[in-house]
């Protein structure tokens, strides 16, 4: 049974830093490309960033380029997502799963399944 957890979030100052942490048990990370998802209130769910089995990545939202990075530790079985230069508008509830197909929709919900509960970021002014 594939279990997938996130963790690291919390309340930070706009300006402060983050790491997200994703680990899962029953699922090798590093054999399929794994996104990080964020949704805030009343808004749809949308890509943030995304790394392939070998370890390329992009970024899905202009909004987190050069501030978000996404890595991974095959030998801990954990992906983060460290986030620098918070801004209020980071706020939300932030999400990894596991892509369906290697490459395919690399930033559309739809081509994920194995989705954790999600941890909470929220960034004060």
């Known amino acids: 049974q594939v279990q997938v957890v996130e963790s690291g979030g919390g309340l930070v100052q706009a300006g402060g830093s983050l790491r997200l942490s994703c680990t899962a048990s029953?699922?090798?990370?590093?054999?399929?490309?794994m996104g990080w998802f964020r949704q805030a209130s009343g808004k749809d769910r949308e890509g943030v960033a995304y790394m392939t089995w070998s370890g390329g990545s992009l970024y899905c939202t202009d909004s987190v380029k050069g501030r978000f990075t996404i890595s991974r530790d095959n030998a801990k079985n954990t992906l983060y997502l460290h986030m620098t230069s918070l801004k209020p508008e980071d706020t939300a509830m932030y999400y990894c799963a596991r892509s369906r197909v290697n490459g395919l929709g690399p930033c559309m919900a739809a081509s994920f399944d194995y989705w954790g509960q999600g941890t909470q970021v929220t960034v004060s002014s």
């Open positions: 029953g699922l090798t990370l590093g054999d399929y490309d």
